[in-house]
């Protein structure tokens, strides 16, 4: 079993930054991807942005402006959030996969608002 905390998280302006990590423990030998989803009101929950070996993805709307980085060995990952728009508002989760099986587990989600 993995557990996921979460930190960072808040209100900030239009243009703002502001930075989320989050940090597993538990059966963390077997994590191979790590990465963080959002869902704001009213949508559906989508990938922002996730790490698995060497290779990062992002969606359309955060490229450029967002940085995912981490280490899987080290069980950590932090999403750097720069440029904020007031449609980055939502709950972000932090998403773990693991071997075998594509096991997932999620942390408690952490809000972020951007105010315009």
């Known amino acids: 079993q993995v557990q996921l905390v979460e930190s960072g998280g808040g209100l900030v302006q239009a243009g703002g930054s502001l930075r989320i990590s989050c940090a597993a423990s538990?059966?963390?030998?077997?994590?191979?991807?790590m990465g963080w989803y959002r869902q704001a009101p009213g949508k559906q929950r989508e990938l922002v942005a996730a790490?698995?070996?060497?290779?990062?993805n992002y969606a359309d709307s955060v490229k450029g402006r967002f940085t995912i980085s981490g280490d899987l060995a080290k069980n950590t990952v932090v999403l750097q959030m720069n440029s904020l728009k007031p449609e980055d508002t939502a709950v972000y989760y932090c998403?773990?996969?693991?071997?075998?099986?594509?096991?997932?587990?999620w942390g408690k989600g952490t809000l972020v608002t951007v105010s315009s």
């Open positions: 538990g059966s963390t030998f077997r994590i191979n991807a």
């Open positions: 790490i698995r070996g060497s290779s990062t």
């Open positions: 998403n773990v996969k693991l071997n075998p099986y594509g096991t997932e587990y």
